[in-house]
Nanobody, 115 residues
């Protein structure tokens, strides 16, 4: 069974930083790609960042230059380093893994940016 467990969310002031972690029950290389999505109240879930098994990265325009996705060298945890946080970054952040036409999701972690 594939499990994704997020951690690292919390309350931060605008302009601050947070780092999210997602640990998988499988190796990172089990997935075609992994990434982070977020969902704000009343809005659809949206892609934030992706990291592919070959090393390519993909970011939403709204976070480029502020967020960085990475993985650990062991290959079971991915991270999302978030800097220069804005009020509009407030959302539940979900870890995602994609393999064999199926999406796997974590339970989500709340990120709240205050003024």
């Amino acid at each position: 069974q594939v499990q994704l467990v997020e951690s690292g969310g919390g309350l931060v002031q605008a302009g601050g930083s947070l780092r999210l972690s997602c640990t998988t029950s499988r190796s990172f290389f089990y997935f075609t790609h992994m990434g982070w999505y977020r969902q704000a109240p009343g809005k659809q879930r949206e892609l934030v960042a992706q990291i592919f098994s070959g090393g390519s990265l993909n970011y939403a325009d709204s976070v480029k230059g502020r967020f960085t996705i990475s993985r650990d060298t062991i290959g079971s945890t991915i991270f999302l380093q978030m800097s220069s946080l804005k009020l509009e970054d407030t959302a539940v952040y979900y870890c995602n893994g994609y393999y064999s036409l199926r999406d796997y999701w974590g339970q989500g972690t709340q990120v709240t940016v205050s003024s």
